[in-house]
C-alpha cells in the first residue's frame, strides 16, 4: 500500500538486546527478510546479515574513529553495509545518559557518513500526566537538529519515531488519534525550524507496543508513515503478519 504522499511505509525492527545467540539471529533474519523491513540486530550481527538492502543500527557514536574505546562509528557501520541508524532511543537516553546533546552529535555524525537516521523522540509517563508533551517533544526535536542546515536534513531522509516511553514494552500503545495528533505536531515543529516542505517530507513513525493487531491503524487511520517495533520483531510469525497487513 502507498500512502498519500506517494512513499511506501517504513517498517523497522529494533531488536535491542536479542536474541542471544548468532544462530537464532540468522534464523529469525531468514524468516522475515521477505518482509523487506528495516532490521537493526545487536551490533555484533550486523555483518552476518549483511548484504541486506535495510539494515539498520541501534546506535553508533559520533567521531570517525580514534582513541574511544568500545564504540563504533558511522563509516564503520556503513562500510559494512548498513544504511540506517536508529539516534536517540529513549532506552539509551535512559540507561546510558544520552542528553539531547550528545543526541545531536550522533545525529549529525549520520548524516555526515550518508546515513539514514532514524531519530527517536517521546515523554514519560509523568511528563504525559503533567501536559509536558509537546514542549518534551519539542526540545529534543530543536536540540537535536541544533547546528544541521535546511539542506543537509532534506538530503538526508531523515525519519522520526515518536516513541511514548509510557508506550514502549507495557502492552499499551498509544491510541492512533493520539499518534495523529503528536504526528501533527512533530510537523509543526519542524516547519518552524526549517520548513513546510522540509515538515511534510519527513517521515514520521509510531513505536510503542506495536503488534500484528494494531500496526496497520497507526498507517490507514493515523496516516504515518511507518513504524519501529521493539518486542513484535523478534517473533518472525507475527512480525510477517504486521508488516504484510500494511505493505
Ligand atoms: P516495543 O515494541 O517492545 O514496545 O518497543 C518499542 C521500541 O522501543 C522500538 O524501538
Not at 31 to 44: D, E, F, G, H, Y
Not at 161 to 178: L, M, Q, S
Not at 213 to 229: D, R
Request: contains cysteine; aromatic residues 6%.
Amino acid at each position: 500500500m502507498k500512502i498519500s504522499n506517494g512513499v511506501k511505509p517504513l517498517i523497522v525492527a529494533n531488536w535491542k538486546c536479542n536474541p542471544a545467540k548468532e544462530k537464532e539471529a540468522k534464523r529469525l533474519f531468514n524468516s522475515v527478510k521477505k518482509t523487506k523491513a528495516v532490521i537493526c540486530p545487536p551490533l555484533i550481527y550486523l555483518k552476518s546479515l549483511a548484504p541486506y538492502v535495510g539494515l539498520g543500527a541501534q546506535n553508533c557514536f559520533w567521531e570517525k574513529k580514534g582513541a574511544f574505546t568500545g564504540e563504533v562509528s558511522p563509516a564503520m557501520l556503513k562500510n559494512i553495509g548498513c544504511q540506517y541508524v536508529i539516534v536517540g532511543h529513549s532506552e539509551r537516553r535512559r540507561y546510558f545518559n544520552e542528553t539531547d546533546e550528545v543526541v545531536n552529535k550522533k545525529l549529525k555524525s549520520v548524516i555526515e557518513a550518508r546515513m539514514i537516521p532514524i531519530l527517536c523522540i517521546g515523554e514519560t509517563q509523568k511528563q504525559r500526566d503533567r501536559g509536558e508533551t509537546e514542549n518534551i517533544l519539542k526540545k529534543q526535536i530543536e536540540d537535536a537538529l541544533n547546528d544541521i542546515s535546511k539542506f543537509k536534513i532534506q538530503n538526508s531522509k531523515l525519519c522520526i519515531a515518536y516513541e511514548p516511553i509510557w508506550a514502549i514494552g507495557t502492552g499499551k500503545p498509544c491510541d492512533p488519534e493520539e499518534a495523529q495528533k503528536m504526528g501533527l505536531l512533530i510537523r509543526k515543529i519542524i516547519s518552524k525550524i526549517y520548513n513546510r516542505t522540509v515538515a511534510q517530507k519527513t517521515p514520521i513513525l509510531y513505536g510503542g507496543s506495536v503488534n500484528s493487531k494494531n500496526g496497520a491503524s497507526y498507517i490507514k487511520e493515523a496516516g504515518l508513515q511507518g513504524l519501529l517495533v521493539g518486542g513484535a520483531s523478534l517473533e518472525a510469525k507475527e512480525f510477517v503478519d504486521l508488516v504484510r497487513k500494511i505493505c
